[in-house]
């Protein structure tokens, strides 16, 4: 993620995706011509993710339990349908063409909330939901961990040439307060990315097939990682529904083809999706 920092930045911070806006036509996970027997897959009246998104028909959507992350993300609340991707200065971006359907999470005002940082939001925001506090950190691509608990302690981190430490700098918050915790998560996005998600999260290499909280990370400079939020079965058949943030920093979307928002796509390192080509891919989870 190409940012613009106002502390002197380590050199082991590398960029998690590309400043510029670069829209890559890739075919799409061997996502189906939308045809007319599948013409009621959206329900543009619908504004919660799983309700939005009609499984394709013989298929069922997989149950998740509740209060779960793999619920959290199905009953997603997204904006009316219809409406356009925006960067964080309010201008629409180029490609109108691969969504439907934006989430209703702000963007923020300036350009730090890019790929990865969208998908860290997401977890975050469950996680201070359900107030599960103590789980709130992440790790710098530096490797250095901070929790949403030491901001609360007044705790910042100091940068120092490649090196970080950590000082009780700062006055004390609640552990509820959102204000303060959308201040946290700023530090976050700026030293985390691509690269620290995909060395520090899980992985399953016995995985045969995507679960719902799976990332596609292709980590580096520029990097990418898109999300699995949704899933349908019909026996072996699977299709999974993605979302993403993207650089510059712009609304959290669905991303679909054709207007056809399930992709089939099996465990590989290579997955094309309708705006970036992962090459290198490797499969984590929160």
């Given at each position: ?147 949403w608990d030491s901001y609360a302690k007044g705790i910042r981190p ?129």
């Open positions: 993620m190409m940012k613009i920092f106002k502390l002197i930045i380590l050199s082991l911070v590398v960029i998690a995706c590309n400043k510029q806006e670069k829209i890559i036509e890739k075919p799409a996970l061997n996502s189906p011509e939308l045809k007319a027997e599948n013409i009621t897959l959206i329900n543009p009246k619908a504004n919660i993710l799983k309700d939005r998104l009609l499984p394709i028909s013989g298929f069922k959507r997989v149950e998740t339990p509740a209060n779960s992350w793999e619920n959290f993300l199905q009953n997603l609340k997204l904006q009316d349908f219809g409406k356009p991707i925006l960067k964080y200065d309010g201008s629409e971006i180029s490609d109108q063409k691969h969504h439907v359907g934006i989430l209703t999470y702000d963007i923020g005002t300036t350009d730090l909330q890019q790929c990865a940082d969208a998908l860290i939001r997401l977890r975050a925001e469950y996680l201070f939901k359900n107030e599960k506090y103590s789980d709130i950190h992440f790790r710098f691509t530096s490797g250095d961990n901070y929790s100091i940068i120092n040439g490649n090196s970080v430490r950590f000082s009780q700098s700062a006055n004390t918050n609640q552990l509820n307060n959102y204000q303060e915790f959308r201040k946290y998560l700023d530090i976050i996005y700026t030293y985390a990315g691509t690269i620290s998600l995909a060395r520090d999260l899980k992985l399953d290499s016995n995985k045969k097939e995507f679960e719902i909280g799976d990332l596609i990370i292709t980590p580096g400079s520029p990097g990418h990682v898109v999300m699995v939020v949704d899933k349908i079965e019909n026996g072996a058949q699977k299709r999974y529904a993605l979302i993403e943030g993207y650089t510059p920093a712009q609304s959290i979307h669905i991303l679909s083809e054709n207007e056809n928002p399930w992709f089939d796509q099996k465990i590989s390192d290579n997955i094309p999706t309708p705006r970036y080509h992962f090459k290198n891919a490797v499969i984590k989870h929160f």
